[in-house]
């Protein structure tokens, strides 16, 4: 999720393809049967995923600060607003029909 593109947390980007347009794209179609029908275990991706950034210099915790991460899912009906589908819905704390942002800023002591 931390790619160098200007729209890093879609699933369309992570597959290389255009917004709303590419959302039926087979890449995208794929990526998304993945996220929602993977039998993984959330909490074990997710603590691995914790570990993952504390090991890098880059995104670790330091007395300059530290990276924020946020994922939240909305509960959403229909397929009208790109994105929506069966997911892991973390605002939800379950799988559910809806959309999932992702929120990254810096927090050091002047926030």
């Known amino acids: 999720m931390l790619l160098p593109r200007d729209r890093n947390k879609t699933l369309t980007c992570l597959a290389g393809t255009e917004p709303v347009v590419g959302a039926q794209d087979r890449a995208v179609q794929r990526l998304q049967f993945f996220r929602s029908e993977s039998t993984w275990d959330h ?65 050091d002591e002047n926030l």
């Open 43 to 107: 909490e074990r991706v997710n603590s691995r995923r914790v570990e993952m950034l504390l090991a890098d210099p880059a995104t670790a915790l330091h007395p300059g600060g530290v990276l924020v991460i946020d994922d939240s899912g909305d509960r959403k009906d229909g397929k009208a607003t790109a994105h929506v589908g069966r997911q892991w819905l973390g605002r939800l704390g379950k799988t559910g029909n809806g959309i999932v942002t992702v929120t990254t800023f810096w927090a």
